[in-house]
């Protein structure tokens, strides 16, 4: 599992971001919450939660403990 992100935003909307970690663009899925959260911020960490399925994986992404838990 990857516990959480850390890096500049290179790309946001309200569904997603683009967050570059150690030269690795990572897409993470964002609620509206976090979005809010993070809106003007050009640097970010955010909890993690992994979904892997047969045929994705994906990340998701939460500015606060009690979102990522309540996922």
Known sequence: MIAYIKGGITFK???YLY???HGIGYH???SLS???QVEK???VKL???LVVK???HTL???AEAEERTLF
């Open 60 to 62: 998701y992404g939460f």
């Open 54 to 56: 047969e045929d994705s």
């Open 13 to 15: 909307n309200p569904a």
């Open 28 to 30: 993470v899925n964002i």
């Open 19 to 21: 967050v570059e970690a």
């Open 34 to 36: 976090t979005y809010a």
């Open 47 to 49: 909890l993690t939660h």
């Open 41 to 43: 911020s050009e640097q």
